[in-house]
């Protein structure tokens, strides 16, 4: 089981679920219509390290964050 | 150093501090970047929230890439709400001569703004909007995306 959650201005709780790779976590989120508008603006981290690969393994207990557009200063 | 404040920096303490702390480490040049809240649009101050495990290791990887530069690096940034004529960021650095801070500032800010995991609010007629139009994705944004394309 590995836990996503959704950072900054996505008003959504974090939630569990079976994955091998990230693959599978784009798989289950693309049929999150709540996440229409932000998963193609949202860049990816595993355990708090940003990812560009959606082979990257998963194993369980492991955190995936999505991180939308940013402006800080 | 990365400081974080709950709500506006103090720039005059916080200046003075990174200030005193490095008067004496031989450095020639000290070049601080303030950002101050502007009244535009009707805003009443901005807000924001931080990630603070990545922003933590962005920052490291820019001190490291500083000292390879002779370099040291110092940041400040609020959580939360700050309001008009308030500053809610700075950054300096400081190097033996003037060139390589004056360009490292300028690297370090645009990266900043690029990358580091902050999103900013408008606080405005009593709301919290997002300001998206002015908000950039992260490098390699869009990758839980590419499958559906």
Same mark, same amino acid.
């Given at each position: 089981?590995? /836990?996503?959650?959704?950072?900054?201005?996505?008003?959504?709780?974090?939630?569990?679920?079976?994955?091998? /790779?990230? +693959?599978?976590?784009?798989?289950?989120?693309? +049929?999150?219509?709540?996440?229409?508008? &932000?998963?193609?603006?949202?860049?990816?981290?595993?355990?708090?390290?940003?990812?560009?690969?959606? %082979? /990257?393994?998963?194993?369980?207990?492991? *955190?995936?964050?999505?991180? @939308?557009?940013?402006?800080? !200063? | 150093?990365?400081?974080?404040?709950?709500? =506006?920096?103090?720039?005059? +303490? %916080?200046?003075?501090? &990174?200030?005193?702390?490095?008067? +004496?480490?031989?450095?020639?040049?000290?070049?601080? $970047?303030?950002?101050?809240?502007?009244?535009?649009?009707?805003?009443?101050?901005?807000? $924001?929230?931080?990630?603070?495990?990545?922003?933590?290791? &962005?920052?490291?990887?820019?001190?490291? *890439?500083?000292?390879? =530069?002779?370099?040291?690096?110092?940041?400040?940034?609020?959580?939360?709400? #700050?309001?008009?004529?308030?500053?809610?960021?700075?950054?300096?650095?400081?190097? @033996? *001569?003037?060139? #390589? =801070?004056?360009?490292?500032?300028?690297? $370090?800010?645009?990266?900043?703004?690029?990358?580091? @995991?902050? &999103? *900013?609010?408008?606080?405005?007629?009593?709301?919290?909007?997002? =300001?998206?139009?002015?908000?950039?994705?992260?490098?390699?944004? !869009?990758?839980?995306?590419?499958?559906?394309?």
């Amino acid at each position: 089981m590995v /836990t996503i959650e959704f950072l900054g201005p996505i008003q959504k709780d974090k939630i569990n679920l079976e994955a091998q /790779t990230l +693959q599978d976590v784009a798989e289950h989120l693309s +049929q999150d219509a709540e996440l229409k508008t &932000w998963i193609d603006t949202c860049a990816v981290a595993v355990n708090d390290v940003m990812v560009m690969d959606l %082979t /990257t393994k998963l194993n369980s207990g492991d *955190k995936v964050s999505l991180l @939308p557009p940013v402006c800080g !200063g | 150093m990365l400081e974080l404040f709950d709500g =506006a920096v103090p720039v005059e +303490q %916080t200046l003075a501090k &990174w200030y005193k702390e490095e008067e +004496q480490s031989n450095y020639g040049a000290f070049i601080p $970047f303030i950002g101050t809240i502007r009244d535009e649009d009707g805003i009443e101050g901005l807000s $924001f929230d931080i990630y603070e495990p990545i922003l933590n290791s &962005w920052y490291d990887a820019w001190v490291l *890439k500083a000292k390879q =530069a002779g370099a040291i690096i110092k940041m400040a940034h609020s959580r939360g709400d #700050v309001m008009l004529h308030e500053s809610s960021y700075i950054a300096a650095v400081f190097s @033996p *001569k003037r060139r #390589v =801070a004056l360009e490292m500032i300028d690297e $370090f800010v645009e990266d900043f703004k690029a990358s580091a @995991p902050i &999103w *900013k609010y408008d606080l405005k007629d009593g709301k919290r909007l997002y =300001a998206k139009d002015r908000s950039t994705a992260i490098k390699g944004a !869009g990758l839980l995306g590419v499958k559906n394309d």
